[in-house]
């Protein structure tokens, strides 16, 4: 039987759009831990809570860091 057309499916080396579907919801979960790892670990940090941790939308008041008052 001869082929009318040959169609290929679109990819980036060995990754198909198929794969990336797949994939998803197991890479989300990975970079929310991972994010959240960063979070643990670097909440330390004096510059990381100034410029990352309390900009946070919702939980960032957590990690404010107050400013001493000084004498004028």
Same mark, same amino acid.
């Given at each position: 039987?001869?082929?009318?057309?040959?169609?290929?499916?679109?990819?980036?080396?060995?990754?198909?759009?198929?794969?990336?579907?797949?994939?998803?919801?197991?890479?989300?979960?990975?970079?929310?831990?991972?994010?959240?790892? $960063?979070?643990?670990?670097?909440?330390?940090?004096?510059?990381?809570?100034?410029?990352?941790?309390?900009?946070?939308?919702? $939980?960032?008041?957590?990690?404010?860091?107050?400013?001493?008052?000084?004498?004028?």
């Amino acid at each position: 039987m001869p082929v009318k057309q040959i169609i290929s499916n679109p990819h980036f080396g060995m990754f198909t759009p198929e794969k990336l579907i797949r994939a998803a919801p197991s890479l989300a979960i990975w970079g929310a831990a991972a994010g959240s790892a $960063v979070a643990l670990l670097g909440s330390d940090v004096p510059l990381v809570k100034k410029d990352i941790l309390s900009n946070i939308p919702i $939980v960032g008041g957590y990690w404010a860091i107050e400013q001493p008052a000084q004498d004028e």
